[in-house]
Protein backbone atom coordinates (compact mmCIF):
# COMPACT_ATOMS: atom_id res chain seq x y z
CA UNK A 1 0.00 0.00 0.00
CA UNK A 2 1.62 3.27 -0.97
CA UNK A 3 -0.28 5.38 1.67
CA UNK A 4 -0.41 8.31 -0.24
CA UNK A 5 -3.39 10.16 -1.81
CA UNK A 6 -3.61 12.65 -4.75
CA UNK A 7 -2.58 16.18 -3.74
CA UNK A 8 -5.55 18.47 -3.03
CA UNK A 9 -8.29 15.53 -3.52
CA UNK A 10 -9.16 17.24 0.23
CA UNK A 11 -8.54 14.32 2.01
CA UNK A 12 -5.73 14.04 4.66
CA UNK A 13 -2.66 11.71 4.23
CA UNK A 14 -1.56 8.71 5.62
CA UNK A 15 2.15 8.11 7.42
CA UNK A 16 4.87 6.74 4.72
CA UNK A 17 7.23 4.91 5.91
CA UNK A 18 9.80 7.50 5.22
CA UNK A 19 7.86 10.06 7.41
CA UNK A 20 5.87 12.37 5.21
CA UNK A 21 2.28 13.58 5.16
CA UNK A 22 0.52 15.59 1.98
CA UNK A 23 -2.71 17.68 3.05
CA UNK A 24 -4.80 20.37 1.69
CA UNK A 25 -2.89 23.21 3.73
CA UNK A 26 0.65 21.70 2.12
CA UNK A 27 0.11 20.38 -1.07
CA UNK A 28 3.51 20.96 -1.58
CA UNK A 29 5.32 19.97 1.65
CA UNK A 30 5.72 17.57 3.82
CA UNK A 31 5.66 16.83 7.29
CA UNK A 32 8.07 14.46 8.49
CA UNK A 33 7.91 12.64 12.04
CA UNK A 34 9.93 13.77 15.11
CA UNK A 35 12.00 10.88 14.50
CA UNK A 36 13.34 12.53 11.37
CA UNK A 37 14.81 15.66 12.23
CA UNK A 38 15.78 16.39 8.90
CA UNK A 39 12.09 16.85 7.74
CA UNK A 40 10.77 19.67 6.78
CA UNK A 41 6.96 22.23 6.08
CA UNK A 42 7.03 24.27 3.31
CA UNK A 43 4.20 26.37 3.33
CA UNK A 44 3.11 29.86 2.06
CA UNK A 45 4.28 31.54 5.50
CA UNK A 46 7.48 30.18 5.12
CA UNK A 47 8.25 31.08 1.53
CA UNK A 48 11.65 29.57 2.10
CA UNK A 49 10.02 26.30 2.56
CA UNK A 50 12.24 24.94 5.74
CA UNK A 51 11.58 24.72 8.96
CA UNK A 52 13.15 21.87 10.89
CA UNK A 53 11.31 20.51 13.74
CA UNK A 54 13.71 21.60 16.06
CA UNK A 55 12.91 24.91 15.58
CA UNK A 56 9.37 23.93 15.07
CA UNK A 57 9.58 22.97 18.87
CA UNK A 58 10.89 26.47 19.54
CA UNK A 59 8.42 28.30 17.22
CA UNK A 60 5.32 26.73 19.48
CA UNK A 61 7.43 27.73 22.58
CA UNK A 62 7.65 31.15 21.35
CA UNK A 63 4.43 31.44 20.29
CA UNK A 64 2.97 30.03 23.60
CA UNK A 65 5.02 32.49 25.66
CA UNK A 66 3.69 35.25 23.95
CA UNK A 67 0.22 34.23 24.51
CA UNK A 68 0.25 34.15 28.23
CA UNK A 69 2.37 37.58 27.71
CA UNK A 70 -0.71 38.98 26.62
CA UNK A 71 -3.05 37.38 29.08
CA UNK A 72 -0.84 38.73 31.35
CA UNK A 73 -1.20 42.46 30.14
CA UNK A 74 -4.47 41.92 29.95
CA UNK A 75 -4.98 40.96 33.46
CA UNK A 76 -2.81 43.73 34.63
CA UNK A 77 -4.85 46.36 32.56
CA UNK A 78 -7.97 45.01 34.26
CA UNK A 79 -6.95 44.43 37.55
CA UNK A 80 -5.10 48.24 37.32
CA UNK A 81 -8.33 49.78 36.07
CA UNK A 82 -10.05 48.25 38.66
CA UNK A 83 -7.87 49.54 41.46
CA UNK A 84 -7.71 53.17 39.60
CA UNK A 85 -11.78 53.11 39.52
CA UNK A 86 -11.70 52.42 43.09
CA UNK A 87 -9.72 54.82 44.34
CA UNK A 88 -11.34 57.09 42.57
CA UNK A 89 -14.65 56.02 43.60
CA UNK A 90 -16.31 58.38 45.83
CA UNK A 91 -16.58 56.56 49.81
CA UNK A 92 -19.81 54.94 50.57
CA UNK A 93 -22.62 57.95 51.21
CA UNK A 94 -23.36 58.02 54.90
CA UNK A 95 -26.66 58.46 55.94
CA UNK A 96 -26.11 61.23 57.90
CA UNK A 97 -23.92 64.58 57.01
CA UNK A 98 -20.16 63.58 58.20
CA UNK A 99 -18.52 66.89 59.84
CA UNK A 100 -15.92 69.32 57.71
CA UNK A 101 -13.74 69.27 60.89
CA UNK A 102 -12.31 66.66 62.63
CA UNK A 103 -13.03 65.70 66.27
CA UNK A 104 -10.83 63.64 69.19
CA UNK A 105 -11.21 61.82 72.24
CA UNK A 106 -9.40 59.92 74.24
CA UNK A 107 -10.46 56.69 75.43
CA UNK A 108 -9.79 54.02 78.15
CA UNK A 109 -10.79 50.70 78.45
CA UNK A 110 -10.15 48.52 81.23
CA UNK A 111 -10.58 45.15 79.84
CA UNK A 112 -6.98 45.03 78.19
CA UNK A 113 -5.09 48.16 79.18
CA UNK A 114 -5.53 50.02 76.07
CA UNK A 115 -5.93 54.16 75.81
CA UNK A 116 -7.26 55.01 72.10
CA UNK A 117 -7.58 58.22 70.03
CA UNK A 118 -10.90 58.48 68.43
CA UNK A 119 -11.43 60.00 65.74
CA UNK A 120 -14.10 61.65 63.97
CA UNK A 121 -14.56 63.61 60.53
CA UNK A 122 -14.81 63.92 57.19
CA UNK A 123 -14.33 60.21 56.51
CA UNK A 124 -15.92 58.80 59.86
CA UNK A 125 -15.29 57.27 62.66
CA UNK A 126 -12.03 55.37 63.50
CA UNK A 127 -8.85 54.95 66.02
CA UNK A 128 -6.20 57.31 65.22
CA UNK A 129 -4.14 55.14 67.55
CA UNK A 130 -3.71 53.73 71.14
CA UNK A 131 -1.17 52.10 73.07
CA UNK A 132 -1.04 49.30 76.16
CA UNK A 133 -0.26 50.69 79.26
CA UNK A 134 1.48 49.51 82.36
CA UNK A 135 4.72 47.43 82.85
CA UNK A 136 4.35 43.99 83.62
CA UNK A 137 2.62 42.65 80.17
CA UNK A 138 1.15 39.63 82.52
CA UNK A 139 -0.53 41.94 84.97
CA UNK A 140 -3.66 43.98 83.87
CA UNK A 141 -4.09 47.44 85.45
CA UNK A 142 -7.43 48.54 84.43
CA UNK A 143 -7.51 52.37 83.03
CA UNK A 144 -10.23 53.41 84.54
CA UNK A 145 -11.08 57.28 84.45
CA UNK A 146 -9.65 59.85 81.90
CA UNK A 147 -9.34 63.54 81.93
CA UNK A 148 -7.71 66.29 79.48
CA UNK A 149 -6.30 69.13 81.19
CA UNK A 150 -7.75 72.65 80.10
CA UNK A 151 -5.11 73.53 77.83
CA UNK A 152 -5.24 70.09 76.47
CA UNK A 153 -1.16 69.44 76.61
CA UNK A 154 -1.77 66.38 78.96
CA UNK A 155 -4.43 63.59 79.47
CA UNK A 156 -4.50 61.98 83.13
CA UNK A 157 -5.40 58.45 83.72
CA UNK A 158 -6.29 56.33 86.43
CA UNK A 159 -6.20 52.74 86.75
CA UNK A 160 -8.11 50.88 88.95
CA UNK A 161 -5.75 48.15 89.99
CA UNK A 162 -2.68 47.70 91.98
CA UNK A 163 -0.77 45.87 95.13
CA UNK A 164 -2.61 46.70 96.70
CA UNK A 165 -3.86 50.22 95.43
CA UNK A 166 -3.89 51.63 91.91
CA UNK A 167 -2.40 54.80 90.50
CA UNK A 168 -2.69 57.75 88.15
CA UNK A 169 -0.58 58.34 84.96
CA UNK A 170 0.42 61.83 82.88
CA UNK A 171 0.68 61.68 79.34
CA UNK A 172 1.55 64.04 76.50
CA UNK A 173 -1.55 64.30 74.09
CA UNK A 174 0.49 64.59 71.47
CA UNK A 175 3.25 61.45 71.27
CA UNK A 176 1.78 59.69 74.77
CA UNK A 177 4.74 60.52 76.74
CA UNK A 178 4.80 59.26 80.14
CA UNK A 179 5.00 62.42 82.30
CA UNK A 180 4.68 61.06 85.60
CA UNK A 181 2.58 58.57 87.54
CA UNK A 182 1.57 58.57 91.46
CA UNK A 183 -0.17 55.91 93.94
CA UNK A 184 -3.51 56.86 95.56
CA UNK A 185 -6.33 54.82 97.47
CA UNK A 186 -8.24 51.17 96.47
CA UNK A 187 -9.40 51.31 92.79
CA UNK A 188 -8.99 54.59 92.05
CA UNK A 189 -12.30 55.59 89.16
CA UNK A 190 -13.31 58.80 87.59
CA UNK A 191 -11.11 61.85 87.09
CA UNK A 192 -11.48 65.12 86.19
CA UNK A 193 -8.62 68.12 85.99
CA UNK A 194 -9.10 71.23 87.71
CA UNK A 195 -10.46 74.22 85.42
CA UNK A 196 -7.49 76.11 86.32
CA UNK A 197 -5.01 72.93 85.65
CA UNK A 198 -3.02 72.77 88.67
CA UNK A 199 -4.84 69.21 90.49
CA UNK A 200 -6.44 66.16 89.03
CA UNK A 201 -9.32 64.98 91.94
CA UNK A 202 -9.85 61.06 91.81
CA UNK A 203 -12.64 59.03 93.24
CA UNK A 204 -10.95 56.24 95.24
CA UNK A 205 -14.13 53.97 94.20
CA UNK A 206 -12.49 50.86 96.68
CA UNK A 207 -15.03 48.26 94.72
CA UNK A 208 -13.31 45.64 95.83
CA UNK A 209 -12.84 46.53 99.37
CA UNK A 210 -14.85 46.44 102.93
CA UNK A 211 -18.01 48.61 102.91
CA UNK A 212 -16.15 50.85 105.04
CA UNK A 213 -15.51 55.06 104.01
CA UNK A 214 -13.27 55.72 101.15
CA UNK A 215 -11.67 59.12 99.87
CA UNK A 216 -11.42 61.54 97.04
CA UNK A 217 -7.17 61.95 96.05
CA UNK A 218 -6.11 65.51 95.14
CA UNK A 219 -2.64 65.08 93.05
CA UNK A 220 -0.79 68.33 91.91
CA UNK A 221 -0.33 67.81 88.49
CA UNK A 222 2.69 69.74 87.43
CA UNK A 223 4.88 67.40 90.55
CA UNK A 224 2.02 64.19 90.27
CA UNK A 225 1.88 64.54 94.14
CA UNK A 226 -0.71 63.32 96.21
CA UNK A 227 -1.58 66.22 97.86
CA UNK A 228 -4.52 65.56 100.26
CA UNK A 229 -6.94 62.57 100.32
CA UNK A 230 -10.28 63.48 101.80
CA UNK A 231 -12.55 60.86 103.24
CA UNK A 232 -15.83 60.92 101.86
CA UNK A 233 -18.59 58.22 101.92
CA UNK A 234 -18.61 54.30 100.91
CA UNK A 235 -17.98 53.80 97.30
CA UNK A 236 -17.59 57.39 95.61
CA UNK A 237 -18.08 57.66 92.21
CA UNK A 238 -17.74 60.73 89.68
CA UNK A 239 -15.63 63.80 90.07
CA UNK A 240 -16.92 66.55 88.57
CA UNK A 241 -15.54 70.49 89.40
CA UNK A 242 -18.28 73.79 88.94
CA UNK A 243 -17.26 75.76 86.01
CA UNK A 244 -16.12 78.15 88.45
CA UNK A 245 -13.52 75.48 89.70
CA UNK A 246 -14.69 76.68 93.64
CA UNK A 247 -16.21 73.44 94.49
CA UNK A 248 -15.85 69.33 93.64
CA UNK A 249 -18.75 67.13 93.47
CA UNK A 250 -18.81 62.98 93.90
CA UNK A 251 -21.37 60.71 94.73
CA UNK A 252 -21.68 58.04 97.34
CA UNK A 253 -23.22 55.03 95.92
CA UNK A 254 -23.60 52.95 99.16
CA UNK A 255 -24.43 55.92 100.95
CA UNK A 256 -26.88 57.35 98.93
CA UNK A 257 -25.66 61.07 99.34
CA UNK A 258 -23.90 63.63 97.09
CA UNK A 259 -20.56 65.13 98.85
CA UNK A 260 -19.26 68.88 98.11
CA UNK A 261 -15.31 69.53 98.79
CA UNK A 262 -14.31 73.02 99.03
CA UNK A 263 -11.15 73.62 96.45
CA UNK A 264 -9.77 75.91 98.47
CA UNK A 265 -9.72 73.96 102.18
CA UNK A 266 -9.25 70.40 100.57
CA UNK A 267 -12.42 69.18 103.03
CA UNK A 268 -15.76 68.06 102.62
CA UNK A 269 -17.97 71.05 103.05
CA UNK A 270 -21.71 69.91 102.31
CA UNK A 271 -23.73 66.59 101.70
CA UNK A 272 -26.98 65.99 100.66
CA UNK A 273 -29.19 62.82 101.05
CA UNK A 274 -30.59 61.54 98.20
CA UNK A 275 -33.25 58.87 98.79
CA UNK A 276 -36.67 59.05 97.64
CA UNK A 277 -39.19 60.74 100.12
CA UNK A 278 -36.26 61.84 102.05
CA UNK A 279 -33.82 64.16 100.46
CA UNK A 280 -32.68 66.85 102.43
CA UNK A 281 -28.86 68.28 102.49
CA UNK A 282 -26.42 69.04 105.43
CA UNK A 283 -23.20 71.22 106.36
CA UNK A 284 -19.86 69.06 107.04
CA UNK A 285 -19.53 65.54 105.96
CA UNK A 286 -21.33 62.41 105.36
CA UNK A 287 -22.11 61.21 109.25
CA UNK A 288 -23.02 57.48 110.29
CA UNK A 289 -22.09 54.65 107.77
CA UNK A 290 -24.26 52.33 109.43
CA UNK A 291 -26.75 53.19 106.78
CA UNK A 292 -24.35 52.65 104.09
CA UNK A 293 -25.99 49.97 101.84
CA UNK A 294 -23.87 46.65 100.84
CA UNK A 295 -26.07 45.92 97.61
CA UNK A 296 -23.60 46.90 94.79
CA UNK A 297 -26.24 46.08 92.24
CA UNK A 298 -24.07 44.56 89.87
CA UNK A 299 -22.30 48.43 89.20
CA UNK A 300 -25.13 49.39 88.27
CA UNK A 301 -26.07 47.28 85.57
CA UNK A 302 -28.03 45.05 87.88
CA UNK A 303 -32.21 46.12 88.46
CA UNK A 304 -33.15 47.00 92.13
CA UNK A 305 -35.32 44.78 94.39
CA UNK A 306 -38.90 44.87 94.72
CA UNK A 307 -39.42 47.91 96.78
CA UNK A 308 -36.33 49.32 96.91
CA UNK A 309 -36.65 53.24 96.67
CA UNK A 310 -32.72 54.06 97.17
CA UNK A 311 -30.66 56.36 94.64
CA UNK A 312 -27.53 54.43 94.61
CA UNK A 313 -25.89 57.72 92.58
CA UNK A 314 -23.04 56.92 90.21
CA UNK A 315 -22.48 60.15 89.10
CA UNK A 316 -22.30 63.98 89.76
CA UNK A 317 -22.52 66.49 87.16
CA UNK A 318 -23.06 70.46 87.48
CA UNK A 319 -24.37 72.58 85.07
CA UNK A 320 -23.05 74.87 82.77
CA UNK A 321 -23.10 77.97 85.36
CA UNK A 322 -22.78 75.92 88.59
CA UNK A 323 -26.57 76.89 89.85
CA UNK A 324 -27.78 73.33 89.40
CA UNK A 325 -26.11 69.76 90.76
CA UNK A 326 -27.58 67.16 88.49
CA UNK A 327 -27.04 63.23 90.49
CA UNK A 328 -27.63 60.26 88.47
CA UNK A 329 -29.75 57.83 90.59
CA UNK A 330 -29.17 54.38 88.83
CA UNK A 331 -31.46 52.50 90.84
CA UNK A 332 -34.57 54.70 90.30
CA UNK A 333 -33.68 55.59 87.00
CA UNK A 334 -33.86 59.34 87.26
CA UNK A 335 -31.97 62.27 87.32
CA UNK A 336 -32.04 64.63 91.01
CA UNK A 337 -31.35 68.08 90.19
CA UNK A 338 -29.99 70.30 93.38
CA UNK A 339 -29.93 73.92 94.02
CA UNK A 340 -26.47 74.58 94.77
CA UNK A 341 -27.58 77.67 96.41
CA UNK A 342 -30.47 76.70 98.56
CA UNK A 343 -29.19 73.05 98.63
CA UNK A 344 -32.44 71.79 98.13
CA UNK A 345 -33.92 69.34 95.19
CA UNK A 346 -35.51 70.98 92.70
CA UNK A 347 -37.12 68.23 90.79
CA UNK A 348 -36.30 64.40 89.55
CA UNK A 349 -35.98 63.91 86.07
CA UNK A 350 -37.01 60.47 84.62
CA UNK A 351 -34.42 58.79 81.85
CA UNK A 352 -33.68 55.50 80.62
CA UNK A 353 -32.71 52.13 82.87
CA UNK A 354 -30.05 52.20 85.10
CA UNK A 355 -29.02 55.99 84.09
CA UNK A 356 -24.88 55.63 84.95
CA UNK A 357 -23.05 59.03 83.61
CA UNK A 358 -23.78 62.45 82.86
CA UNK A 359 -22.67 64.99 81.08
CA UNK A 360 -24.31 68.47 80.09
CA UNK A 361 -23.48 70.79 77.10
CA UNK A 362 -21.74 74.29 77.37
CA UNK A 363 -24.26 76.25 76.26
CA UNK A 364 -26.20 74.92 79.53
CA UNK A 365 -29.31 73.57 77.09
CA UNK A 366 -28.60 69.94 77.17
CA UNK A 367 -28.11 66.88 79.67
CA UNK A 368 -26.85 63.55 78.13
CA UNK A 369 -27.34 60.66 80.36
CA UNK A 370 -25.98 56.67 79.93
CA UNK A 371 -28.21 54.03 80.82
CA UNK A 372 -26.20 50.97 81.85
CA UNK A 373 -29.46 48.77 82.07
CA UNK A 374 -31.38 50.71 79.01
CA UNK A 375 -28.47 49.84 76.53
CA UNK A 376 -29.15 53.58 75.66
CA UNK A 377 -28.45 57.17 76.00
CA UNK A 378 -31.02 59.79 77.49
CA UNK A 379 -30.74 63.29 76.05
CA UNK A 380 -32.70 65.97 78.13
CA UNK A 381 -33.99 69.53 77.65
CA UNK A 382 -32.91 70.83 80.95
CA UNK A 383 -35.10 73.74 80.70
CA UNK A 384 -38.59 71.23 80.58
CA UNK A 385 -36.73 68.43 82.11
CA UNK A 386 -38.20 66.79 79.10
CA UNK A 387 -36.51 63.42 77.20
CA UNK A 388 -35.57 64.40 73.92
CA UNK A 389 -34.51 61.64 72.93
CA UNK A 390 -33.49 57.84 73.56
CA UNK A 391 -30.70 56.35 71.49
CA UNK A 392 -29.79 53.05 71.54
CA UNK A 393 -26.18 52.43 72.10
CA UNK A 394 -24.68 49.87 69.84
CA UNK A 395 -23.63 47.23 72.38
CA UNK A 396 -24.60 46.44 75.95
CA UNK A 397 -23.44 48.57 78.79
CA UNK A 398 -23.63 52.04 78.18
CA UNK A 399 -20.83 53.97 80.56
CA UNK A 400 -19.17 57.03 79.93
CA UNK A 401 -19.94 60.37 78.05
CA UNK A 402 -18.33 63.42 76.96
CA UNK A 403 -19.34 66.69 74.61
CA UNK A 404 -17.54 68.29 72.42
CA UNK A 405 -16.12 71.60 73.00
CA UNK A 406 -18.41 72.94 69.97
CA UNK A 407 -21.61 70.86 71.53
CA UNK A 408 -22.20 69.44 68.32
CA UNK A 409 -21.61 65.76 69.35
CA UNK A 410 -21.43 63.75 72.56
CA UNK A 411 -18.91 60.38 72.78
CA UNK A 412 -20.18 57.65 74.60
CA UNK A 413 -18.46 55.19 75.30
CA UNK A 414 -20.33 51.22 76.07
CA UNK A 415 -18.22 48.24 77.72
CA UNK A 416 -19.78 45.54 76.19
CA UNK A 417 -20.11 41.94 77.14
CA UNK A 418 -17.53 39.10 77.23
CA UNK A 419 -15.12 38.94 74.49
CA UNK A 420 -16.73 41.57 72.92
CA UNK A 421 -14.81 44.56 71.91
CA UNK A 422 -15.98 47.93 73.53
CA UNK A 423 -17.29 50.83 71.55
CA UNK A 424 -17.37 54.41 70.57
CA UNK A 425 -20.77 55.79 69.80
CA UNK A 426 -21.21 59.20 68.02
CA UNK A 427 -24.31 61.11 69.02
CA UNK A 428 -25.43 64.46 66.83
CA UNK A 429 -26.60 66.33 69.14
CA UNK A 430 -28.75 68.51 67.02
CA UNK A 431 -30.72 65.79 64.89
CA UNK A 432 -30.55 63.63 68.17
CA UNK A 433 -29.20 60.12 66.05
CA UNK A 434 -26.02 57.66 66.68
CA UNK A 435 -23.91 58.84 63.65
CA UNK A 436 -20.89 57.06 63.95
CA UNK A 437 -19.41 53.98 65.89
CA UNK A 438 -15.94 52.27 65.92
CA UNK A 439 -14.70 49.49 68.19
CA UNK A 440 -11.87 50.04 70.52
CA UNK A 441 -10.24 47.42 73.84
CA UNK A 442 -13.08 45.86 76.07
CA UNK A 443 -14.67 46.84 78.62
CA UNK A 444 -14.36 50.81 76.99
CA UNK A 445 -15.36 53.72 80.16
CA UNK A 446 -13.33 56.53 80.70
CA UNK A 447 -13.83 59.10 77.70
CA UNK A 448 -12.84 62.89 77.43
CA UNK A 449 -13.25 65.21 74.71
CA UNK A 450 -9.49 66.93 73.58
CA UNK A 451 -9.98 68.83 70.76
CA UNK A 452 -11.69 69.68 67.21
CA UNK A 453 -9.26 71.00 64.30
CA UNK A 454 -10.74 72.44 61.01
Known amino acids: MSGKREAGSGKRGTTRPEGAITSPKHPEGVVTSPKHPEGAIASPKHPEGVITSAARDLLFRAVAAKQILRTLRALVITVSFGVAANAQSPLPASPFPLPASTYYAFIGSEGNDEVSLVRFGPKGASVDHKFRMGTNPTELIGPHGVGVSPDGKYYYVSTAHGMPNGALWKYTTVGDSLKGRVTLGSFPATVQVSPNGAYIYVVNFNLHGDM ?23 MPHGSRFNPQGTKHYSACMMNDALVEIDANTFKVSRHFMLTKGSEHGMSGPVGSMASASHDMSGHGSAAPKPGDISCSPTWAQPSADGAKIFVACNKSSEIVEIDANTWTMTRRIPTGDGVYNLAVSHNGKLLIGTNKRGHSVSVIDIASGKELARIPTSRKLASGVAVSSDDKYAFVTVEGIGSEPGTVDIIDLTSLAKVASVDVGQQAGGVDFWKVVP
Do not use: F, H, N, Q
Open 212 to 234: VPSSVSIVYGDGMLEIARVPTCV
